[in-house]
């Protein structure tokens, strides 16, 4: 496995989680990395990318403002603290490597982790 994400779990609304995507060096280093979700019966969606340098980052309309992608080049690690859950939040999320808004634009996509945003 090239992207390990972690990190999900059951919270609250309005409450917060942190997401890591640990991966290997050879898909991580000179790479953009991103967010995507999917929620039971619907279509994969963005949420957040950002450029090797951290110079950049994308996101999402329904997650700007409460969420937050960055990485730590030397751990080979991408995060996304997610605050201010909602319960259209919930969904596996996952991580890829690639830059845009649409899945096609990534490759050596990990397995995700399930968020559960429920009281």
């Known amino acids: 496995v090239q992207l390990q994400a972690s990190g999900g779990g059951l919270v609250q609304p309005g409450g917060s989680l942190g997401l890591s995507c640990a991966a290997s060096g050879s898909i991580f280093v000179n790479y953009a990395l991103g967010w995507f979700r999917q929620a039971p019966g619907k279509e994969r969606e963005f949420v957040a990318a950002i450029t090797y340098s951290s110079s950049s980052e994308y996101y999402a309309d329904s997650v700007k403002g409460r969420f937050t992608i960055s990485r730590v080049n030397a751990k080979n690690t991408v995060y996304l603290q997610m605050n201010n859950l909602k319960a259209e939040d919930t969904a596996v999320y996952y991580c890829?490597?690639?830059?845009?808004?649409?899945?096609?634009?990534?490759?050596?996509w990990g397995q995700g982790t399930l968020v559960t945003v429920s009281s």
């Open positions: 890829a490597r690639g830059w845009g808004s649409k899945p096609r634009e990534y490759d050596s």
